[in-house]
């Protein structure tokens, strides 16, 4: 998985949340955090790489829309990258209030 982008990245993370998403689902969920809107010619070639990786399966919903579904590839992928991630920001965003000098921390380093 280090060999994708960031929006590759993020593309996966919400078609694997997503319940068997079409293309437009991925996009209009992903433009809730991104302040750009995302155009086709952007979307669509980085979901078929997606595929090519093995991440994604496309899957014909009907004659002119597709689905995207998260492989078991994709799944383990996507289960590492967190693992990695929480090795560093774990403690960030906790709620206790005891721990608010261990977040500075985190954070500063």
């Known amino acids: 998985m280090d060999d994708l982008t960031g929006f590759q990245r993020d593309l996966l993370v919400v078609a694997a949340g997503l319940d068997e998403p079409n293309g437009l689902d991925v996009k209009d969920e992903l433009e809730t955090y991104y302040t750009a809107d995302i155009n086709h010619g952007r979307l669509y070639p980085n979901l078929d790489t997606l595929v090519e990786k093995g991440l994604l399966e496309k899957a014909k919903a009907d004659e002119r829309t597709n689905r995207y579904l998260l ?21 960030v965003g906790r709620d206790d209030d005891d721990d608010e000098d261990d977040e500075r921390t985190v954070l500063a380093n």
């Open 71 to 91: 492989t078991d590839r994709g799944e383990r992928e996507l289960r590492s990258r967190r693992e990695w991630e929480d090795r560093y920001v774990d403690d």
